[in-house]
Every structure is written in C-alpha cells, then in structure tokens.
C-alpha cells in the first residue's frame, strides 16, 4: 500500500541553528499534510499543516515546504531551542476512502536532538 | 481546557480478558480515531470516526472494536486481547476532515 516515509532517523543539531526534517511521501493523490511533534510520555502535538494547493506555509518559527513533483515534504525549525527535541512526524491524508474520509497515514518519525 | 481524555493510561492484562480503553474529547469534534504506536513502525491508525453511528476500519482494525453512540466518546474494545496488541495507544479527535488532530496522553497496554 501506499506508505509515508522519512530520510533521516534522527538529527543532531546545535542550539540556535536551523533544523530541517524530511519526508517522503508516495501517494500522489494525498491532499493533506501535517506535521506533529511528540516528546517523550507524551501524545503527539500538532505544529502545522498544508494542504495541497500551497507550496509553503509558515508558522511561528517553523515552514512547510510541500514539492509535489517529487513528492517531498519537509519543516524547517528555526533557531533550535533544546526544547524542540523531540521526534517529528509528518502524517498525510489519504484517498483510500474518498474525499470524506479520515485516514490518517505517519510516518515513522525523526528523533530531534538539540546540542546546548 | 479543550482535552482528549484516555482512561485508564496505564493496563497489564491477560489473553483473551475483554478490555475497554475509554477516549472522551470536550470540543464538540466530529472525527475521532484510535491508533496504535510501536517501536519502528510509528503511529497506524485502526478505526476512524466521521460521525455518530459512523465508523470505518483504519490500516489495521483486526482484533479491535470500536463504537461512536455519542459524539463524545470513541471506546476502543479488544474482545480478546492477545500479546501482539501489546502498545502504546492513542486516541484522537478533529474539527474536521482538514484540520489538525488533537491526541490524547496515551494508554500503554501490555497482554501477558
């Protein structure tokens, strides 16, 4: 089936610099993305999402890119902070079900950690 | 405070025992889901929920129940609990079919 995937595991990035987190992602018919962040105990937090008609979209201190011609997803943290170690999941909306369905699909996640 | 409520958060248990995970969310969502969390394989969602009385099967529903008889409460129902649902489980509810997912604290299940 069709499957939402990540380049890298995990990421190690120095305090203040900026942090990019990639996803792949396969079905081309997905309309949704999404981004979470999940620190350890606890459920997975929202950050910011884009819809298939943009390209790009900016939250406070992290962007979205969105390339559909290659499928590719990704966000960028600015100046990392040691409190944005955690790992990241990006998350697409399939078809499988219609346009009013709600399945969800993840990917497997990348661990962020932050030097001081 | 807007939430998503999972009891209990913590279970052991023993095969074939039937169990309840509640999930209970305050912000008048219509779409709910349940996933299940595992080491290497992130989060797969088994049921979903547009609406009341509405339900259909996510990546993998085998061995899980679900009911939506009101709009706040999504229960997850393992009728017969084997090891291989030992995980760490998340409820989730939404505005809408675009919009973001707020997650509940998780249940950490373990069948002995």
């Known amino acids: 089936g069709e499957s939402v995937g990540l380049h890298l595991p995990t990421l190690s990035v120095q305090e203040g610099d900026n942090s990019i987190i990639n996803c792949a992602y396969s079905?081309?018919?997905?309309?949704?993305f999404i981004w979470y962040k999940q620190e350890s105990g606890k459920g997975p937090q929202f950050i910011i999402d884009?819809?298939?008609?943009?390209d790009k979209r900016q939250g406070q201190r992290v962007t979205v890119l969105l390339n559909k011609t290659v499928k590719h997803l990704s966000l960028q943290i600015a100046a990392t902070q040691p409190g944005d170690s955690a790992v990241y999941f990006c998350?697409?909306?399939?078809?499988?079900?219609?346009?009013?369905?709600?399945?969800?699909?993840f990917g497997k996640g990348t661990k962020l950690s932050v030097i001081p | 405070e807007a939430q998503v409520t999972q009891n209990p958060r913590y279970l052991i248990t023993v095969t074939g025992k039937k169990l309840t995970v509640t999930c209970s969310q305050n912000m008048n969502h219509e779409y709910m889901s349940w996933y299940r969390q595992d080491p290497g394989l992130g989060l797969r969602q088994i049921y979903y929920s547009m609406n009341v009385e509405v339900t259909d099967k996510g990546d993998v529903p085998e061995g899980y129940k679900v009911s939506r008889k009101e709009k706040r409460n999504f229960p997850l129902i393992l009728e017969s609990p084997s090891p291989n649902q030992t995980s760490l489980y998340f409820c989730a509810s939404s505005l809408g079919v675009n919009t973001e997912a707020f997650f509940g604290q998780g249940t950490r299940l373990t069948v002995v």
């Open positions: 998350a697409e909306k399939g078809l499988s079900g219609g346009a009013g369905s709600y399945q969800l699909t």
């Open positions: 884009i819809r298939s008609n943009m």
């Open positions: 079905n081309s018919a997905s309309d949704y």
